[in-house]
């Protein structure tokens, strides 16, 4: 005869309870190991931060200009005394009367890897081109930081200012350089901010490609663009590619939206993020300028 423990029976309801409390704990510790984990990747984020958002190429990871650029080398000190090493790519036969722009690059590599493009922007507009490095870039010293971004702008803006007019320097941003290239225009008189492929904060950013983090709140690094657009009292041209699968071309749009008039916002339709600009491109901008920001 098979004997079996009544349901009732005062075993059966305490192993009932054991299960029951078993149940609870263990989901109080899976969730306890959550939280461990999920706070542990929070706080790794944090302090690799920097090293995320900033990918230089050091001094040994060099590529010589190209011989028509007509590139000089220029050193270039910032506010707290770090040194920034920059090109200065004038035309044969430049005058300060057709203009100048100051070129801030994007966030990998150094400035000699832009030697082809800044040779581009030359022939197409006819403009010196003076391309710098951030801190931690290439030869410049210090480490790359927002603030080191900012400075080395200003330093290069100031140097610039020196030899061409104001009203004549254009100011072109390019990935994380339309960051930079946001802040220095807010904050200068200069003849129209050009951008390529722009975001519309570092905050905005993260959380697109780290969606399941808090990361508006964690992050440090701001460029903060969306926030300063409207501040820039000159000219805006925006360009983004609808191919841009690293920053989308909602975030230029929403720049685009933010900035004040007089603005255009050219959409290059085949273009990915780091590819070179159509021959349209400049052509477009070459109207608006002689339309909004003609050289004085």
Same mark, same amino acid.
């Given at each position: 005869?098979?004997?079996?423990? #009544?349901?009732?029976?005062? &075993?059966?309801?305490?192993?009932?309870?054991?299960? @029951?409390?078993?149940?609870?704990?263990?989901?109080?510790?899976?969730?306890?190991?959550?939280?461990?984990?999920?706070? +542990?990747?929070?706080?790794?984020?944090?302090?690799? !931060?920097?090293?995320?958002? &900033?990918?230089?190429?050091?001094? =040994?990871?060099?590529?010589?200009? #190209?011989?028509? /650029?007509?590139?000089?080398?220029? !050193?270039?000190?910032?506010?707290?005394?770090? /040194?920034?090493?920059?090109?200065w790519c004038p035309p044969a036969n430049w005058e300060p009367a057709q203009g100048a722009m100051i070129y801030c690059h994007g966030n990998a590599g150094n400035l000699s890897h832009r030697g082809e493009t800044a040779l581009l922007w030359q022939k197409k507009t006819n403009q010196a081109v003076l391309l710098f490095d951030y801190p931690g870039y290439g030869r410049?010293?210090? =480490?790359?930081?927002?603030?080191?971004?900012?400075?080395?702008?200003?330093?290069?803006?100031?140097?610039?200012? !020196?030899?061409?007019? *104001?009203?004549?320097?254009?100011?072109?941003?390019?990935?994380? +350089?339309? +960051?930079?290239?946001?802040?220095?225009?807010?904050?200068? #008189?200069?003849?129209?901010?050009? /951008?390529?492929?722009? &975001?519309?904060?570092?905050?905005?950013?993260?959380?697109?490609?780290? %969606?399941?983090?808090?990361? @508006?709140?964690?992050?440090?690094?701001? &460029?903060?663009?969306?926030?300063?657009?409207?501040?820039?009292?000159?000219?805006?041209?925006?360009?983004? +590619?609808? *191919?841009?699968?690293?920053?989308?071309?909602?975030?230029?749009?929403? /720049?685009?939206?933010?900035?004040?008039? #007089?603005?255009? %916002? %050219?959409?290059?339709? !085949?273009?990915?993020?780091?590819?070179?600009?159509?021959?349209?491109?400049?052509?477009?901008?070459?109207?608006?300028?002689?339309?909004?920001?003609?050289?004085?």
């Open positions: 005869m098979r004997w079996t423990i #009544p349901f009732w029976s005062p &075993f059966r309801l305490g192993m009932a309870s054991y299960w @029951r409390r078993s149940w609870k704990h263990r989901m109080a510790r899976y969730t306890l190991d959550f939280v461990i984990i999920y706070v +542990g990747v929070a706080l790794v984020l944090m302090l690799l !931060e920097n090293w995320l958002l &900033f990918h230089p190429a050091a001094a =040994k990871d060099w590529a010589p200009p #190209p011989e028509p /650029l007509r590139a000089q080398d220029i !050193e270039l000190t910032t506010a707290d005394g770090t /040194l920034i090493h920059a090109w410049s010293g210090g =480490k790359p930081t927002e603030a080191g971004c900012y400075a080395a702008a200003d330093a290069a803006y100031a140097w610039l200012a !020196e030899r061409v007019p *104001a009203e004549n320097i254009l100011i072109l941003g390019s990935s994380l +350089g339309g +960051g930079v290239a946001v802040d220095l225009a807010c904050r200068n #008189p200069h003849r129209a901010l050009v /951008l390529l492929s722009t &975001f519309t904060s570092i905050p905005a950013m993260a959380q697109r490609i780290y %969606f399941w983090l808090p990361t @508006r709140l964690l992050v440090r690094n701001r &460029f903060d663009n969306l926030a300063k657009i409207a501040q820039c009292a000159r000219p805006v041209f925006l360009a983004h +590619g609808a *191919a841009d699968d690293l920053i989308p071309l909602e975030q230029g749009k929403q /720049l685009f939206d933010a900035a004040s008039e #007089p603005k255009k %916002f %050219f959409a290059m339709p !085949e273009r990915g993020h780091d590819e070179y600009v159509p021959p349209e491109f400049f052509a477009a901008l070459r109207t608006f300028l002689e339309q909004y920001a003609p050289l004085k």
